[in-house]
């Protein structure tokens, strides 16, 4: 079994810098904008080749973008990427899909356009599964996206590509989605703090709005804390929903002590892999030693919640698969999308004539989710049920009812927050014994980022993570 690690750290303009102190190093003018992008340009063709994460280039765009000036936003010139599933002026968005047709697109959407607004240089387009559907990046369409920490191992997905570009070092910050896990997913198996923010916190496609139960959020993927909270308090800036509340920026832990809810068992009722059970304890007792009030429960809610959510989940590859031009512009070739995606359209088909139940009791779902927190402040748990996966186990191209089985085997955690459109946050909390991160997820009501950066500053403190070839 190979332990090949990947990473890109060297002693060039980058270190090991996060995106705040690389933004603050070219705002002093100790480096240049150029600089740091020809280093990432530099880390990117140097690892990509092994953790396969880029699947479109847009180096020479970005080098030249750097010409002109965006003004002073506070990541100006941090490199970055932007999953391949939103859209870049000029770039072509494939969905990590053989069946879309490769075409530049002519405007960037409205998160894009924020994120550049905040300063980032874009340097392409990160791998995702076809159609972001499963929790693993192997898409048939340019193959599988590799750990950075053993490279027979998974990144998770769906933001597989962008985990693995930041945990290798290429870049400190990059975009991600969240429709099901899949900003917190490939952070638990990578080692990377993933912020999935509330509904409505960041802009989003039309499309998302246009569904009867929004569960899709942007967000990114970083290697700090601090990044995280820096980034969400600049978008705000720009981008503040009149119905939440501000999360303003958050630099350090509050000195308020929380109820938190720990939830240490699976809603299945089989046994936790004991790597994560350990990890998911050592975090409680570490809550406890700083004085927070840890309650262990039961997995708080219905079996059925999950049994609606993959229906719900289904119906977008079924929308896909009969009305995918709608969604890319272009016409899709039905015939090379990959036997997960079929499998799900047709699962949904079977059940189509549930759909108005299964919306109804999705939305009925926020009303018991919020009341949860009429006791608790926060939810502890595991962010994924095992170890990130071997590349294989989760391939597409599996019979559908085997694919089905392991993908719920493996996220029994995350959906739950997509549903009622609160945020959670994956924080790599510990390791296991053959060295893969394990990622720890803490949740929290309806508009409550805030309280989950704090707590997030905290257990950094108290639990510092390591970077790809430190341990």
Not at 202 to 213: E, H, N, Q, R, T
Not at 305 to 318: H, N, Q, T
Request: a neutral charge; charged letters at 25%; aromatic letters at 10%.
């Amino acid at each position: 079994m190979s332990t090949k690690i990947a990473s890109s750290y060297c002693n060039d303009v980058l270190g090991t810098s996060d995106g705040v102190e690389l933004a603050n190093l070219i705002s002093n003018g100790e480096i240049k904008e150029i600089e740091a992008l020809e280093a990432a340009i530099g880390r990117a063709e140097k690892i990509n080749p092994d953790i396969n994460g880029i699947s479109t280039k847009a180096f020479e765009l970005a080098l030249d973008e750097t010409r002109t000036s965006n003004g002073n936003p506070f990541f100006k010139g941090v490199p970055s990427f932007i999953k391949d599933n939103d859209d870049v002026k000029g770039l072509p968005t494939l969905y990590g899909s053989r069946a879309v047709t490769y075409k530049p697109v002519q405007k960037s959407s409205e998160f894009v356009e924020l994120y550049n607004s905040l300063g980032f240089r874009n340097l392409g387009k990160s791998t995702l599964p076809e159609l972001g559907l499963t929790c693993a990046t192997e898409p048939l369409a340019t193959g599988p996206t590799r750990n950075p920490w053993n490279l027979d191992h998974s990144t998770g997905g769906s933001s597989g590509g962008s985990a693995a570009l930041v945990a290798s070092g290429v870049v400190p910050i990059a975009h991600g989605n969240d429709g099901g896990g899949s900003i917190r997913i490939p952070a638990a198996c990578c080692g990377l703090v993933g912020l999935k923010p509330t509904r409505w916190r960041l802009p989003g496609k039309a499309s998302y709005d246009d569904m009867p139960v929004n569960i899709v959020c942007n967000g990114i993927l970083s290697r700090t804390v601090r990044d995280t909270a820096v980034f969400y308090a600049e978008a705000e800036k720009i981008f503040a929903h009149q119905d939440l509340p501000k999360i303003g920026l958050v630099e350090h832990p509050n000195k308020k002590r929380l109820r938190i809810a720990m939830v240490a068992t699976r809603p299945d009722e089989r046994v936790l892999d004991p790597d994560i059970a350990g990890q998911l304890q050592k975090v409680g007792k570490c809550c406890e030693e700083l004085g927070h009030d840890v309650e262990e429960i039961q997995f708080p809610f219905q079996k059925r919640v999950m049994d609606d959510f993959i229906i719900y989940w289904a119906a977008l590859a079924f929308y896909f698969y009969y009305f995918g031009k709608k969604v890319t512009g272009n016409a899709i070739d039905k015939r090379k999308l990959e036997k997960l995606t079929v499998g799900f359209s047709k699962f949904y088909k079977k059940n189509i004539f549930k759909t108005p139940f299964v919306v109804r009791r999705l939305k009925k779902f926020s009303n018991d989710y919020e009341a949860l927190f009429n006791d608790y402040d926060l939810l502890l748990s595991p962010t994924v049920s095992t170890l990130p996966p071997k590349i294989g186990y989760l391939d597409p191209n599996l019979e559908f009812d085997t694919s089905l089985e392991r993908l719920l085997d493996f996220i029994p955690y995350t959906p739950y927050q997509n549903i009622s459109g609160a945020p959670a946050i994956s924080l790599p909390l510990g390791s296991c014994s053959n060295g893969l991160p394990v990622g720890v997820q803490f949740a929290a009501a309806f508009g409550q980022e805030k309280s989950l950066i704090e707590i997030a500053f905290e257990m950094e403190e108290a639990l510092p993570w390591s970077r790809v070839g430190e341990r």
